[in-house]
């Protein structure tokens, strides 16, 4: 197993580009998203592809995007750490759009990363003839400045085409090394984590100065629909957990009005973060004990050891 190798890898385009469904082409089907906390990674990982030869790590790179969130913010300040880090730096570019100054900037960011392989991907080929294919490579290959493609391979995800000669590529440019992740792992309990993070600062965001950092978010059920299409879509019911009776009613606000604000704030944001499609069942709880409730502690992350 010496020969075995590991690494990076991150997916990087303009939004509906077509990232998520590579994604899920190169790691398999359902779960193609283990997010771990970005306090304790230093990447978003979007999935994870485990092979006979290699284990690839697809992670998102915060830097090419602007942070609209805390959570952004966050995994922003580490962005210059994480360059070094990447093995491998994968640009969408989609066969049917051309390229204008969104591609030019993230290719000047992608400049950056001087250690990594750079692979241009020409997504959705699936639209558009060989003729168009074949100036839109010429473009591609002029967006590179100050560095030069190590590959540029035209893929479609949608009906599996070069999705093989894509792994391979990637396998090829890791570097040797063993697995960073168990190599049967699906899912993460960390996601879980993710997710009440991201409803407790949107429930947080606009209620700052009503309602104490106190309030806890657990997760009461989360299951995967069997739906065919580019992203995974979950059903998560979650509660958010209150002291007194007063702070429901700001979480309510004027006929739940402000919890609709939560949940879907807080589901846009749990969309972009696991790339998948998310239906979020928000509830309110007066849970007075819960700092005394080895349970529902337990529940929310603080196990004794
Ligand atoms: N025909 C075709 N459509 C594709 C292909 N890949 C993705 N799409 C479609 O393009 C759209 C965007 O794809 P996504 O995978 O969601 O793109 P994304 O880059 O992850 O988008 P954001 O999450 O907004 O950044 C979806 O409607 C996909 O079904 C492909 O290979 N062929």
């Known amino acids: 197993m010496s020969d075995f190798r590991s690494g990076f890898v991150a997916i990087v385009g303009r939004p509906n580009t077509g990232k998520s469904t590579l994604i899920n082409a190169l790691v398999g089907s359902k779960i193609a998203i283990t997010s ?7 990447h978003a990982i979007r999935g994870i592809v485990n092979n006979p ?3 690839a790590v697809l992670v998102d790179t915060p830097g090419v995007h602007k942070p609209k969130t ?3 913010h966050r995994l922003n300040a580490v962005v210059n750490e994480s360059l070094d880090s990447v093995d491998i730096v994968m640009m969408c570019l989609p066969a049917d759009e051309t390229s204008g100054a969104g591609d030019e900037f993230i290719a ?20 558009v003839s ?8 010429l473009g591609i290959s002029q967006l590179a400045k100050g560095f030069t493609w190590d590959e540029i391979v035209p ?6 085409e070069q999705i093989d000669l894509l792994e391979k590529l990637i396998g090829d440019n890791l570097p040797a090394g063993p697995a960073f992740y168990p190599t049967d792992v699906k899912s993460d309990q960390k996601i879980e984590t993710l997710i009440c993070e991201l409803i ?26 069997e739906e065919k299409g580019s992203r995974p879509f979950f059903d998560i019911h979650a509660t958010i957990h209150v002291e007194r009776d007063s702070q429901t009613g700001i979480l309510l606000g004027h006929q739940g009005e402000r919890l609709k604000d939560i949940g879907m704030r807080a589901r846009k944001d749990i969309e972009r973060e696991l790339g998948a499609r998310i239906f979020l069942g928000l509830h309110v709880k007066v849970s007075k004990e819960w700092q005394r409730d080895p349970k529902l502690l337990e529940r929310l992350g603080f196990t004794e050891r």
């Open 108 to 127: 000047a960011e992608i400049a950056k990363y001087s250690r990594a392989k750079k692979f241009a991907l020409v997504t959705k080929t699936d639209l």
């Open 36 to 42: 771990p906390h970005p306090n304790t990674t230093r």
């Open 200 to 225: 407790r600062e949107a429930a947080l965001r606009d209620a700052r100065e009503e309602l104490p950092h106190s309030i806890m978010v657990t997760i009461d059920e989360m299951g995967e629909r």
């Open 70 to 72: 805390l959570l952004g």
């Open 155 to 160: 893929i479609s995800a949608a009906i599996h």
């Open 53 to 55: 030869e290699y284990q």
């Open 130 to 137: 060989k003729k168009n294919l074949a100036g839109r490579l």
